[in-house]
């Protein structure tokens, strides 16, 4: 229902709350469940029994045990209950709930606005976007940013330039020729440095390589993949 985020404050507490609210009405009127009756073993084979399926309401209803006045009490309730509008309720919380965890508190987020008819719209087209709930989504976790500067960063526009013309120079070559144009700015111990900024443009040229928009082929070619 909440997922395993983790939620801090006053305002998750006050959305927890909400959630649950339309959670516990929506299962207890709504949501139909088995019931185990008798368990009877017969070898190494057990054969269970189950009731037919029933929302809380209806077992707490026709229990005779139950007094007549929290019956009509309950028949109060279920009158002026929509599960539409409660699954609506379910879903605008848990999305409130996991932009809570993954990024700055929301005063006023759209969904928890949405109409009933937007609601039932986008309930036709949910089976293709996989889990529904919010918080079922994954966590986004921020890129860890560079934790040092950057020594190359002067030095990147020629680098780049000497790269596109000859690609198949190695980050040895490269450094050898950036300590010539820059004597005493770069030393030996930036060569792993350089290898992987290589590494990144090349597999950005593979890319782009290997993906090439179909528009974009000119006339009387194919592009093939092979496996």
Not at 56 to 67: C, S
Not at 184 to 192: E, I, S, V
Request: hydrophobic share 40%; with cysteine; charged share 25%.
């Amino acid at each position: 229902m909440v997922g395993y985020r983790r939620f801090e404050g006053l305002e998750a507490a006050k959305v927890l709350a909400e959630l649950y609210r339309s959670a516990r009405l929506f299962v207890n009127f709504f949501q139909p469940s088995f019931k185990l009756i008798a368990k009877q073993r017969d070898g190494a084979r057990v054969r269970k029994t189950y009731s037919a399926p029933a929302t809380p309401h209806q077992r707490l209803a026709t229990d005779a045990r139950t007094p007549s006045a929290v019956r009509a009490h309950l028949q109060e309730i279920y009158a002026t209950l929509d599960p539409v509008a409660l699954l609506r309720d379910i879903r605008a919380a848990q999305e409130r709930l996991a932009a809570l965890a993954d990024t700055q508190p929301i005063a006023h987020p759209a969904a928890a606005s949405q109409s009933i008819d937007l609601f039932l719209a986008s309930l036709r087209t949910a089976w293709k976007d996989g889990a529904m709930r919010p918080t079922d989504r994954p966590i986004v976790k921020a890129k860890r940013g560079r934790r040092r500067p950057d020594a190359l960063i002067r030095a990147t526009p020629d680098l780049r330039k000497w790269f596109e013309a000859e690609p198949w120079r190695t980050g040895s070559e490269l450094l050898c020729r950036l300590q010539v144009e820059y004597p005493g700015a770069y030393p030996n111990k930036l060569l792993r440095t350089l290898q992987r900024r290589l590494k990144s443009w090349r597999s950005e040229q593979a890319n782009a390589l290997l993906f090439v928009p179909t528009e974009k082929t000119p006339p009387g070619y194919e592009v093939t993949t092979t496996q």
